[in-house]
């Protein structure tokens, strides 16, 4: 697992914002599987995921645990449910936060992902909550994934280790809440 000792301090600092008895979404990669990690049983929270990796840290330790359907992935060791059929699952379902990551964030190309099924998770968060949180290591500036999931004001906070002056001024501009855990 790259960036490790980021990511860590990145999931640390998201843990922190979630509150007792709040359901989630979180979803597929490396971090939101450190995330999953550090949900502990006293929290009742309630999960609603379509990274299949995490159901068995989630399922003694959650409330509630729904996994969205649709193709199972493999990706660097995770497993993951997308497509179609996943962005269809999320009908009727409301949480109170997001918590995504993703593989490239650019001042021209936004929020990006290498496999284009992704997609389908990305454009249906908005749908299911007024709270957007991504989890991003400074690895992922000036990076872009094949496929575009959202543009750069789309999260509403943004948790990540170090930001470079030009993405803090956006953030800012934006309005949008910045957590930096260095």
Do not use: H
């Not at 640390?12 to 989630?24: H, P």
């Not at 006293?42 to 990274?51: A, F, H, L, R, Y």
């Not at 496929?147 to 002056?165: E, H, M, Q």
């Amino acid at each position: 697992m790259s960036n490790l000792d980021q990511k860590e301090k990145i999931v640390e600092t998201a843990y922190k914002t979630i509150q007792k008895g709040e359901s989630i979404f979180i979803g597929s990669g490396t971090t939101c599987y450190l995330l999953a990690q550090r949900i502990k049983k006293e929290d009742e929270i309630s999960v609603v995921t379509n990274n299949i990796s995490i159901l068995d840290l989630l399922l003694p330790n959650c409330k509630n645990v729904i996994l969205i359907g649709g193709e199972v992935i493999c990706q660097n060791g995770i497993k993951f449910t997308l497509g179609k059929k996943t962005s269809n699952t999320f009908e009727g379902i409301y949480v109170n936060r997001a918590f995504t990551s993703v593989t490239g964030v650019d001042l021209n190309a936004g929020l990006t992902v290498t496999k284009e099924f992704s997609a389908y998770i990305y454009r249906g968060i908005s749908d299911i909550t007024n709270n957007w949180t991504l989890m991003i290591d400074d690895s992922k500036y000036n990076k872009i994934g094949l496929v575009y999931v959202a543009s750069l004001d789309s999260p509403d906070c943004i948790i990540t280790n170090k930001i470079d002056k030009q993405y803090k001024e956006i953030f800012d501009k934006k309005e949008k809440r910045l957590l930096i855990c260095e």
